[in-house]
C-alpha cells in the first residue's frame, strides 16, 4: 500500500477523555473514532487491525472443526421470552420495535438464535455433534462504556455454539475450542492466562475465561505460581457484602409459592435487596416439578438476574451444603454439580446456595428480605472475597498471588439450559427424544486490539507483533519527492516486498522526514526500513525493528532476511 493512497490520521495529543494507555494510543494512531458514548469507527488503519485477528480466529476456529455461519444482529423477543431472558437480562439488552409494535433486540449473544437454528435442523443423533461459530456485531448497553473499544457498547464477538448428544461429547469440544483459544492468544503474541471463571449461567462443571495480563485490567485473578490453578475473584466480589453486617434481620413469613409470578414481581415480593442479594428460591415448573432458581443481584445494573438452576428430583426438606449435594445427586462432600466452573467458585456457589434454600425448607415458606452474608452463615469453603497475596492456594501447592487481567475470551459448557427452556431435542439410537447437551465460546475480537496495546506499547507509541500489524514493514523515503535515487530504491524495495507477500505500507506522503517517522512508531509497524541519499551512496538502508534503541545499515536485498 502507498499511503498516498491509503488514509493516515494521527494526532500530536490524544482527546482527554481517554484514560487507558490503548485507548489514547488507538486514538492518536487513528485506529479508531469515537461517534458516541461507546461507539467507534473502525477507521482504514484500524481495520487492517481488526481483520489480522478476525482472520486467526477464523483460521484456528476452522481448524478445531467449527462450520461458520452468520446470523441476524437484530432478534425477535419471542425467542428470548422463550429462554427466559427477556425478563432476566435487564438494561444492557437493547430493546427496539417495529413498525408492527413488535418487540425484538438487538443481540449481545446469539444463544436463542442458534438454538432455534439446531432445534429446526437436529433431527437425529447422527446429526451431532455439531460446532458453529460467526463473527459478528454485538450490542450491549453498557452501564459504563468506557476505554475505548475495550468496553464498548458496539462490539465484534467471534461466538460459537456446539451440539451434543451427551456430556462427554460437550467436554471433548470444549477442550477443542479451549486449546484453539490458546493458540489464537499465542499467535497473537499476547500474553495470557486461562482462569476458572463464574459462568453467570450455572451448569455443568466448566467455564474459562481467558485473561490477557494487565494492570490497567478490569478483572482480578488469584493464582498459584506454581500450578496452573488461576480463577477470576468476580464471583466472589459480587457475593461480597458492601456493608459491615447488622444485626440479622430476616424474618419467616408465610407467603405464597410464587409460582404465578414473573421474576420481577418476586423480586419485588421476595422484598430482595439487589444491592447485595444471592438468593435461591424453588418455584413451580412448567411440568409441576419444583426448580431451583438463583437470583443475583448485579450491582452495576441495579437489578436481579435469576438463573434457573435444576430441577429438584428429591424434595429438599433441610439446608445443610451436604443436604444440597445430595439433593443433586452428588456425593456429600462433594464439590457439588451444580457449581461454576473452577474449585473455588463451585464449593462457593454450593455453599451459597446452602445458606440460600432457607426459603425452601418447608412448603409455602420464604425468608423475607434475607441477603447474603448478612442473614446467613458464612460459606465454609475457599473464599476468594478477601484473598491476600500469600494466603493457601485452594490447589493446596502453593500460595496465591493476584494479578489483574483483561477478560478476551470466555468457554461455557451451557449443558442443557437452552435446550430445555427451547425444547431443542434430537433422537436417540433408540428413538427415543433427548435435550442436546451444548457449550458456548466466545471472543472479543474489538476488546484484542486495545488488550493487545495495553500490554506493549512505549512513549513512542503502539509495538504491535507481525501477526497483528496493520503493515508488516513500513518503508520511509528521505525525501521521495527530492531525490531519484531514494525515490527509485523506496520503489524497488517495495515491489519486492509486494512480490514477497509481505505487507507493506510505502510512506510517499508529502510530509518532513520527522512526520513520517514518527507516524511509523506510533502506528507500530514492527518493521520499519529508512531509505536515504547517504545510505544509499553506500549501497544500504537502514532497518530497525520497532524495539531496537538503533537502526542496522543494510543491503537492500538483505531487508526480506530481516523481515521473515
Ligand atoms: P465483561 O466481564 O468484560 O463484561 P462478559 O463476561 O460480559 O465480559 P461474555 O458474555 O463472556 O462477556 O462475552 C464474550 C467476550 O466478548 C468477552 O470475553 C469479551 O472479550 C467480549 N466483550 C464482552 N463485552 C464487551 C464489551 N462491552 N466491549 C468489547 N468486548 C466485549
Ligand atoms: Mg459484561
Ligand atoms: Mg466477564
Ligand atoms: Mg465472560
Keep these: 500500500m502507498r499511503a498516498s493512497q491509503f488514509f493516515i490520521s494521527t494526532l500530536k495529543e490524544a482527546p482527554s477523555e481517554a484514560e487507558l494507555p490503548s485507548h489514547k494510543l488507538m486514538l492518536r494512531a487513528g485506529l479508531i473514532r469515537r461517534l458516541s458514548s461507546g461507539l467507534y469507527s473502525w477507521m482504514p488503519m484500524g481495520l487492517r487491525v481488526l481483520k489480522k485477528v478476525e482472520n486467526i480466529v ?67 443423533y447422527k446429526q451431532l455433534p455439531l460446532n458453529f461459530y460467526q463473527i459478528q456485531t454485538k450490542f450491549r448497553d453498557e452501564v459504563r462504556p468506557r476505554f475505548g473499544v475495550m468496553r464498548s457498547r458496539e462490539f465484534i464477538m467471534k461466538d460459537a455454539y456446539s451440539f451434543h448428544a451427551d456430556f462427554d461429547s460437550l467436554k471433548q469440544t470444549y477442550q477443542d475450542m479451549y486449546d484453539a483459544y490458546c493458540r489464537v492468544f499465542e499467535r497473537l503474541g499476547l500474553t495470557f492466562r486461562p482462569v476458572a471463571a463464574d459462568t453467570g449461567s450455572i451448569g455443568g462443571t466448566g467455564s474459562h475465561e481467558f485473561q490477557v495480563l494487565a494492570d490497567s485490567g478490569e478483572d482480578v485473578i488469584a493464582f498459584c505460581p506454581t500450578s496452573p490453578y488461576a480463577a477470576n475473584i468476580e464471583l466472589a466480589e459480587a457475593l461480597a457484602p458492601s456493608e459491615p453486617r447488622p444485626a440479622p434481620s430476616a424474618k419467616l413469613e408465610k407467603v405464597l409459592t410464587p409460582k404465578t409470578k414473573t421474576i420481577a414481581q418476586l423480586v419485588e415480593f421476595l422484598n430482595i435487596d439487589v444491592k447485595a442479594t444471592v438468593k435461591a428460591i424453588v418455584v413451580e415448573g412448567d411440568d409441576g416439578a419444583p426448580v431451583l432458581m438463583l437470583l443475583r443481584g448485579d450491582h452495576e445494573l441495579n437489578e436481579v438476574k435469576a438463573e434457573k438452576v435444576a430441577g429438584i428430583k428429591t424434595p429438599l426438606t433441610f439446608a445443610s451444603p451436604d443436604a444440597i449435594r445430595t439433593a443433586f445427586g452428588a456425593q456429600p462432600g462433594s464439590l457439588g454439580p451444580v457449581g461454576f466452573a473452577g ?32 442473614d ?27 494479578c489483574r487481567g483483561i477478560e478476551v475470551g470466555h468457554v461455557f459448557q451451557l449443558r442443557t439450559k437452552y435446550s430445555e427452556a427451547m425444547g431443542a431435542t434430537y433422537l436417540t439410537r433408540d428413538g427415543k427424544h433427548e435435550l442436546m447437551e451444548m457449550g458456548c465460546y466466545g471472543i472479543g475480537v474489538s476488546r484484542i486490539v486495545a488488550a493487545a496495546i495495553e500490554q506493549s506499547f512505549d512513549e513512542r507509541g503502539i509495538i504491535f507483533s507481525d501477526t497483528m500489524a496493520p503493515f508488516t514493514v513500513g518503508i520511509v523515503p528521505m525525501g521521495y519527492y527530492r531525490s531519484e535515487a531514494v525515490k527509485a530504491a523506496a520503489d524497488a524495495l517495495y515491489a519486492d516486498l509486494k512480490a514477497a507477500g509481505v505487507d507493506v505500507l510505502l510512506d510517499d506522503r508529502e510530509e518532513r522526514p520527522g512526520v513520517l517517522l514518527a507516524d511509523s512508531e506510533l502506528i507500530g509497524i514492527p518493521h520499519r526500513v529508512v531509505i536515504g541519499d547517504r545510505g544509499l551512496k553506500e549501497g544500504k538502508v537502514e532497518y530497525q525493528h520497532r524495539t531496537d534503541a538503533e537502526a542496522t545499515p543494510v543491503a537492500a536485498d538483505e531487508v526480506l532476511a530481516h523481515v521473515l
Excluded at 383 to 392: H, Q, S, T
Design 58 to 124: 477464523r483460521e484456528e476456529m476452522n481448524r478445531a472443526g467449527s462450520v461458520e455461519l452468520l446470523m441476524p444482529a437484530v432478534q425477535p423477543a419471542e425467542l428470548w421470552q422463550e429462554s427466559g431472558r427477556w425478563d432476566f437480562y435487564g438494561k444492557e439488552l437493547l430493546r427496539l420495535k417495529d413498525r408492527h409494535e413488535r418487540d425484538f433486540c438487538v443481540g449481545p449473544t446469539h444463544e436463542e438464535v442458534i438454538t432455534d437454528i439446531a432445534r429446526k435442523e437436529v433431527k437425529s
Design 376 to 402: 446467613c452463615a458464612e460459606a465454609e469453603v475457599a473464599d476468594l472475597r478477601n484473598v491476600v497475596p500469600g494466603d493457601a492456594s485452594p490447589c493446596g501447592q502453593g500460595v496465591l498471588e493476584l
Design 343 to 374: 474449585r473455588v467458585v463451585a464449593d462457593r456457589t454450593v455453599a451459597a446456595m446452602a445458606d440460600f434454600v432457607i426459603g425452601a425448607n418447608e412448603d409455602d415458606y420464604h425468608y423475607l428480605g434475607a441477603n447474603f452474608g448478612r
